[in-house]
């Protein structure tokens, strides 16, 4: 039965009208995990854009990225890479408003400006 298109015992990655069948949850977590090692690798390295630093990350992580790379489509790969960058610049940015505002208050308090 695994020579109809409609049959249960169809391996292929792509839909009946030629689409790509989305990754099911086993699939989606091997690529989480395989992102969460080579994350480590790249934290462990003082690497933080695997993208910019292609030449580095894999020198240094060959193993996570290669491991990475098979676990999760391109688009994956690519939109992960660029996620971490984003979410640090986010970080950092919450880190210094939060800085800068605890900074006015005690300057505020200083002159004796008091919350309600």
């Known amino acids: 039965m695994g020579w109809l298109p409609w049959s249960s015992e169809s391996k292929t990655n792509t839909a009946s009208d030629g689409g790509r069948i989305?990754?099911?949850r086993s699939s989606r977590q091997k690529c989480w995990e395989g992102r969460d090692m080579f994350f480590s690798c790249l934290d462990n390295n003082n690497i933080l854009d695997a993208i910019k630093d292609d030449k580095e990350a894999r020198r240094k992580c060959g193993k996570e990225i290669a491991e990475f790379?098979?676990?999760?489509?391109?688009?994956?790969?690519?939109y992960f890479k660029e996620k971490r960058v984003m979410e640090y610049n986010r970080d950092k940015t919450i880190e210094r408003i939060k800085n800068e505002d605890a900074a006015k208050v005690q300057d505020l308090k200083s002159q004796g400006w008091a919350p309600r």
């Open 22 to 24: 989305a990754p099911d």
């Open 69 to 78: 790379e098979t676990a999760c489509s391109r688009a994956w790969v690519k």
